[in-house]
């Protein structure tokens, strides 16, 4: 089985400060993750993936991803956050081996303050 | 390049009525997919599939059908709305094999009075 998990329903940072949004998942075997991002009214649009090899993974607009296989969690950053990155943002995992349909959690409410 | 429209953007159905939301897309996606978000609750599949002709239930498919007649298509249907499926829904697709991400469309808010 496959689960993730988003601990923080809602983060709040200051423009320019930098930013976690974090993301603990479970699987049987090894992982695929994403991160997604939803702005208001919108679909969700993906940011960035990790298949293998580096732990840091780079994506749109400048976030970042550091997968952690020991303590098992992806944690979405960015050096410098921004108003606009205000959006929920969305973990999900897929069992690598396993289905081929991810489980996404239930998100986490990014504001920014200016 | 218009990627995953859905149609409506938004609905009110009375209790009993019956609907289809129609997703398309036109990447040449082979998987589809049709999640409901709700406030709390994150994404839930409702149903999806993997191919033209082929479809399989999700995490929460009572009360709706679906149906992928064309490969570009992929449809959802509610044959006696309750209150309970008042929600957003989003279709997505992606690319067979792993691992691909999803491409979502722009929502169909959907209220049930």
């Known amino acids: 089985a496959q689960s993730v998990a988003q601990p923080e329903d809602q983060v709040n940072v200051a423009e320019g400060n930098p930013l976690t949004v974090k993301c603990t998942y479970s699987?049987?075997?090894?992982?695929?993750l994403f991160w997604y991002v939803q702005y208001p009214n919108r679909g969700l649009q993906f940011l960035l993936k990790?298949?293998?090899?580096?732990?840091l993974v780079k994506g749109s607009y400048g976030f970042e991803a550091e997968f952690n296989k020991s303590q098992t969690s992806f944690h979405l950053k960015k050096p410098s956050a921004l108003v606009s990155d205000s959006a929920l943002y969305f973990c999900?995992?897929?069992?690598?081996?396993?289905?081929?349909?991810?489980?996404f959690g239930r998100g986490t409410s990014l504001i920014v303050h200016p | 390049n218009a990627g995953v429209t859905q149609t409506p953007k938004f609905r009110v159905l009375k209790t009993g009525q019956s609907m289809t939301l129609l997703c398309a897309q036109d990447?040449?996606?082979?998987?589809m997919y049709w999640y409901r978000q709700d406030p709390g609750m994150g994404l839930r599949l409702i149903h999806y599939?993997?191919?033209?002709?082929?479809?399989a239930k999700g995490e929460v498919p009572d009360g709706y059908n679906v149906s992928r007649l064309k490969k570009q298509n992929f449809l959802l249907g509610l044959e006696s709305a309750a209150p309970s499926q008042t929600s957003v829904y989003f279709c997505?697709?992606?690319?067979?094999?792993?691992?691909?991400?999803?491409?979502f469309g722009p929502g169909t808010r959907l209220t049930v009075l």
């Open positions: 997505a697709s992606s690319l067979a094999g792993e691992p691909n991400e999803q491409f």
């Open positions: 699987v049987s075997g090894n992982p695929y």
């Open positions: 990790y298949i293998t090899g580096d732990n």
């Open positions: 999900a995992v897929r069992d690598r081996g396993g289905s081929y349909i991810p489980t």
């Open positions: 990447m040449n996606h082979e998987y």
């Open positions: 599939s993997v191919g033209e002709g082929t479809t």
